[in-house]
């Protein structure tokens, strides 16, 4: 079966788009293969357990926000939740 794959875009300025392809010359590398080098270091390197804790935080933030309107005993009642 054949891997299936996307296309990731992202607009860079000027001399932002010359340095990286002076990065990629330079290593031996396409700019392809210096993106997917760096987007494979991204997801090696990410603390999966800090951004889970950083939303639960976000997350019981905006709880707390809802708590503090009147609108959350309606909200809760809809949700099925009780504090």
Known sequence: MASA?????SRVGQAVADR???I???KGMT???????SIM???RSADVAQLQDALRVEYEEKLRALAETE???EIEESTGRRR
């Open 5 to 9: 794959s996307r296309n990731l875009q």
């Open 20 to 22: 990286f392809a002076a």
């Open 24 to 26: 990629a010359a330079a």
């Open 31 to 37: 700019e392809s293969e210096l993106v997917r080098e």
């Open 41 to 43: 270091n991204t997801i």
């Open 71 to 73: 609108l959350a005993p």
